[in-house]
């Protein structure tokens, strides 16, 4: 019954937005979406119905219950995997559909995925970074990747990670040291510290992973300004 009246009360926002001539900011497109699903194969095009409900119903929520609903969605969807085992490779970023076409991916990879959802569904580009992290796991500190979410300057950044359930501000997350920062705005040191270069030139996979993420349909709200050619 709750979820019945919460989906109730969804499109009641919906229709009372479209009656008002507010219509929630898509920024994706159905039709390059089904495209490359159709290319991916039939776990990408059985995974995109559950996906564009998932963005549709995220349009219309607030910040907080965006990134709650999004970690939620690509955390009990994905199963974590080492590039190794899915793209027989050492390091690949994946795309949100070619990881959902496999049903596992690594950190970056459910990073990826919920960063070019919550821009998707009207996320303010500014409050986004993919972190680069030092994970202490057991014993040991491993390189991981966490999305983080900051509402302005001054307020504290929630973590949204594969390894938790839960969206968590940072000062819960003291087994996480960040290292460098980035997004489709800039490069910095840490998770606010000095720009540190455009990403684009500096990281050549993330350069070509938001080229496929973007022809699958998924345009966020900064365009992707034109770079000259990987200088490695």
């Not at 929630?158 to 489709?184: E, G, H, K």
Request: glycine letters at 6%.
């Amino acid at each position: 019954m709750r979820f019945i009246r919460r989906r109730s009360v969804l499109a009641c926002l919906g229709s009372a937005a479209l009656a008002c001539g507010i219509l929630p900011l898509a920024a994706w497109d159905s039709e390059p979406m089904a495209q490359a699903a159709r290319r991916l194969g039939p776990a990408a095009e059985a995974a995109l119905a559950p996906l564009q409900a998932m963005l549709r119903e995220a349009s219309l929520l607030d910040d907080e219950a965006r990134l709650r609903l999004v970690n939620q969605f690509y955390n009990r969807r994905i199963r974590f995997a080492p590039d190794t085992e899915v793209w027989s490779q050492e390091d690949h970023w994946a795309s949100p559909l070619e990881t959902l076409s496999q049903g596992r991916g690594d950190c970056e990879d459910y990073a990826i995925a919920k960063y070019a959802s919550l821009l998707a569904v009207g996320t303010p580009p500014a409050r986004l970074r993919l972190v680069y992290v030092r994970a202490q796991i057991g014993n040991q500190a491993q390189a991981h990747m966490v999305l983080a979410y900051q509402a302005t300057p001054a307020q504290e950044p929630l973590i949204l990670d594969n390894l938790r359930a839960d969206v968590l501000p940072a000062s819960q997350r003291s087994d996480l040291t960040p290292v460098f920062s980035f997004s489709t705005e800039g490069l910095w040191q840490g998770n606010g510290g000095a720009p540190a270069g455009d990403p684009l030139v500096r990281l050549s996979r993330w350069r070509d992973v938001w080229a496929r993420t973007t022809a699958e349909g998924f345009r966020g709200y900064s365009a992707m300004p034109q770079t000259p050619a990987d200088p490695r």
